[in-house]
């Protein structure tokens, strides 16, 4: 990336897309990498092409220019123009947009404010904690869930903390009374639609998956997964990388993991598939 400013020098497979895509489209407008960039990386035919990302939870919104050329009819690649601007709440909301937004929240309540369960307490998510009551409630219920022989036999399960967006509050947030946890607060710290699945790992691709927690990519910021009740390991956090796990402290139900053993794993298909960093349980069974 040729910008100077924060999108200078990024990296990860952004780039190897921006550098793949057919030359006939004309700008990449990103997302997912959480970084903040507007600049040009060349396309295929080694022309400069615009790509740009917004960073993340709506803090910057990208505007962008496009001249349209009616006699090539094509955009004129040369005077693509870009830039990021800081989302800011001083402005008067547009009128339109309001309107439409309240249509939509209308039709939307009455499947948002179902209850669908209750809590005796605020189910907290900190941000700076590697093991967060929130998670642990989640992963004891994937487990719960994908336990039965019906539903995939799972031993135990693993949440990935980024899946998690927002606490459970006590506190009602409308008319549903205090400790009711509404299908809409339940969207809100879930808000995707991944499927649950049961895969075969072994005792080794789980050490690894542990590791792979504090090392490689993750090593600088750590995605602690979220596991579920039974299955238990001590970080050594003064250490570095795959050494931050204390291999002969994992175990299940107070069993030490088998290498050899195979352990049926519950976790969401973004995990399954290898996502934010955890390769090794792409090569489940």
């Not at 790509?51 to 803090?59: D, L």
């Not at 693509?80 to 947009?97: C, E, I, L, Q």
Request: charged share 20%; glycine share 10%.
């Amino acid at each position: 990336c040729d910008s100077t400013g924060p999108g200078n020098g990024i990296s990860g497979p952004i780039v190897d897309i921006a550098k793949n895509v057919s030359p006939q489209v004309d700008a990449l407008v990103t997302g997912h990498t959480h970084q903040a960039y507007a600049c040009t990386i060349p396309d295929p035919a080694g022309k400069p092409r615009t790509v740009t990302s917004a960073a993340s939870f709506g803090r910057l919104y990208t505007d962008t220019t496009l001249t349209y050329d009616r006699r090539t009819n094509d955009i004129v690649r040369t005077a693509v123009a870009s830039a990021n601007h800081v989302v800011t709440r001083d402005v008067k909301p547009a009128r339109d947009m309001s309107k439409l937004i309240e249509r939509w929240r209308a039709l939307a309540a009455p499947i948002a404010n179902r209850p669908v369960g209750h809590i005796a307490a605020d189910i907290e998510n900190p941000a700076d904690a590697y093991e967060k009551p929130l998670g642990d409630l989640i992963a004891d219920a994937q487990l719960e869930g994908m336990a039965p022989a019906g539903k995939g036999g799972a031993q135990l399960a693993l949440m990935n903390p980024g899946g998690i967006r927002a606490p459970l509050s006590h506190k009602a947030s409308g008319a549903e009374g205090d400790g009711v946890v509404t299908y809409g607060e339940a969207y809100t710290v879930q808000p995707f639609t991944n499927m649950m699945t049961a895969v075969d790992l072994t005792g080794a691709q789980l050490v690894t998956a542990l590791q792979q927690q504090v090392s490689g990519p993750n090593q600088a910021a750590p995605k602690i997964l979220q596991v579920s009740k039974g299955f238990t390991y001590t970080l050594d956090m003064t250490k570095t990388g795959a050494d931050r796990v204390v291999v002969s402290s994992v175990r299940l139900n107070g069993e030490p993991i088998d290498p050899a053993k195979t352990y049926r794993v519950a976790m969401n298909e973004f995990l399954s598939g290898g996502g934010d960093g955890f390769t090794v349980l792409k090569e489940h069974r």
